[in-house]
């Protein structure tokens, strides 16, 4: 058979092979971000801030890789680190994790979460969502074998239904994910809602997948109740943070899981042939770094001032304004500037008034379009300023 034949018969078989992943493209944060570029847009789509993080994190870094600290580090983590981290949840939370069998450094969160569904998720199971949600989970229980179970929460103000979680669990459940703070609605979970998800598991052995990434983002003097608060929700809970999220570096891509030793144990067996481990230097940068409290500690009040700053701005135009009660994310409500759908309105926002926006049904399956989408407010005051100037042209 000639070359070209052969060829393009190969072709031919690549093209029937069956996808992992049918359903997923490319994800509407790639394409927002790329027509902002090229429509020259103000952009607040994607999640991550446009200032850079403080120069002494990045000192410690560079002191790092020049005392040679350039070479594999221990598959879970360098120690100081974990230590660190340990001491962090501890001093928060008040709940010790050892940092030796319960604490690991990660290549970011969403490594994390991957991960933890891999470690803990088999064929048939199903896996609690709480949608709308980070685009990653459903992916991640189907790369599993696993199936999605889609729960919605209340439309409007976000507050998860816990009757309709509570119905959700059968047999086969295996595991919830839950955010809070919450992408993309900003929502923060209370002490009353971590209580009556731990009274709903109680009598179950459903896994807890927290993830909060956002932990150091609440606002009006509200409190962060991670999992790790409540013993009987750490006890069968993965804690997913991230220091790219706390310290302005997403770029790093480093995060951690906290967990018990049992369920670290089967959470490391998947991560040391995911990715091994994490860039030695960084890790040591983190360490040193962290013995400042500050930076985290402040960090609500940091994003308190961006937040109000481009809710009072928004207050000129025609959007109706949700609540934000944590994370670095604002929604609005657009019925009363467009009568076109998220998404076509995302992209005329974006090519006739220069902002991109990211709507809200891209994080349900079922593209539920409530006339909604959401800002990222982690720029600059003066990115804000530029983008609301344009904004109050509606």
Known sequence: MPLQETTTSNLARIRLFKSRLPNVGTTIFTVMSALAAEKGAVN?????????????????????MKRGLNQYPPMAGVPILRDAVAAKLARLYGHRYDAGSEITITAGAT??????????????????????????????IELAGGTPVRVPLTPGTFRPDFDKIAGAITPKTRAIIINSPHNPSGTVWTEA?????????????????????????????????????????????????????????????????????????????????????????????????????????????????????????LANTRFKLLPCEGSYFQCVDISEVSDLGEAEFCKWLATGIGVAAIPLSAFYGNGFDQRVVRFCFAKKDETLQAALERLARL
């Open 44 to 64: 607040l789509g994607q999640g991550f801030p446009d200032f850079d993080c403080d120069p002494k994190l990045v000192d410690a870094v560079t002191d790092a």
């Open 193 to 313: 809602d971590m209580l009556r998800l731990q009274d709903i598991l109680a009598p179950t052995d459903v896994l807890l997948i927290s993830d909060e990434v956002y932990e150091h983002m609440v606002f009006d003097g509200r409190l962060h109740v991670s999992a790790a608060r409540l013993p009987a929700l750490a006890a069968r809970g993965f804690i997913v943070s991230s220091f790219g999220k706390t310290y302005h570096v997403t770029g790093w891509k480093v995060g951690y899981v906290a967990a018990p030793a049992a369920l670290t144990a089967e959470f490391r067996k998947v991560h040391q042939f995911n990715v091994f481990t994490v860039n030695t230097p960084v890790q040591y940068g983190l360490a040193a770094y962290m013995a400042d409290e500050r930076p985290y500690l402040d960090l609500p009040a940091f994003y308190q001032h961006k937040r109000d700053l481009f809710r009072r701005g």
């Open 111 to 140: 490594q994390a979460i991957l991960t933890i569904i891999l470690a803990v998720v088999h064929p048939g199971d199903e896996v609690i969502v709480l949608e709308p949600c980070y685009d990653s989970y459903v992916p991640n």
